[in-house]
């Protein structure tokens, strides 16, 4: 691909695409500036590579491992603090919605007991469930959010996530319980159920 063919050149795939980079930068450093700065380098670098890509998906995943990459490096050598050990209303919440899952014994509810998810693989496949998928993460809390991106889509360790956010083992563990079993739920409620809904 000729730098003057890559989808860099398309001024409406670089929007939307940078619209895509500053949200998830702006949740993960909570600083706009660095946000926008990382996102400027991550561009730059993929400009300066972009020959190497056929298709838009593979160039946006690049770009995304790119920023994911330095916001790694971010947490690992700058030291930043900042506490997210206060719960929020919204996060009390998702502890009494899942208490409210269980009956006394800890066994599932009759009326709250999962619906069958149908073939993994298959569900997975389907771009779609990933706009879901989105949309169910955004409808967490901000620092439930960060932490499950933290672990899960930058691929920290807990040890690394607890020392960038000034958080305990333990704390960090509850905040992952709250986020996995927040996102089940809005799946369980948006995609897998026979008739979708708002979360």
């Not at 702006?26 to 730059?44: G, T």
């Not at 706009?131 to 439930?144: E, G, K, M, R, Y």
């Not at 704390?171 to 992952?176: D, E, G, K």
Request: glycine letters at 4%; a negative charge.
């Amino acid at each position: 691909m000729s730098p003057d063919s890559s989808p860099l050149m398309d001024d409406a795939f670089v929007t939307a695409l940078r619209h895509d980079l500053l949200k998830f930068a702006r949740l993960q450093l909570r600083n706009d500036a660095l946000a926008e700065d990382m996102i400027q380098e991550a561009l730059a670098a993929a400009l300066a590579g972009a020959r190497r890509f056929e298709g838009r998906a593979a160039l946006k995943t690049w770009i995304f491992a790119i920023l994911r990459n330095k916001i790694v490096d971010h947490f690992r050598v700058s030291g930043r603090v900042t506490n997210v050990s206060a719960l929020s209303p919204d996060e009390a919440g998702l502890d009494q919605a899942f208490e409210a899952l269980f009956k006394a014994n800890e066994h599932w509810a009759p009326d709250a007991r999962p619906s069958a998810w149908g073939d993994p693989e298959e569900v997975l496949v389907q771009q779609r469930f990933w706009a879901v998928f989105d949309a169910c993460l955004n409808h967490l809390p901000a620092s439930t959010a960060r932490v499950f991106m933290m672990r899960e889509f930058l691929e920290l360790e807990t040890a690394e996530i607890c020392r960038a956010l000034e958080i305990t083992a333990g704390n960090c563990n509850v905040i992952l319980h709250r986020a996995r079993n927040g996102l089940r739920r809005c799946l369980d409620k948006n995609w897998f159920s026979p008739e979708p809904t708002r979360c």
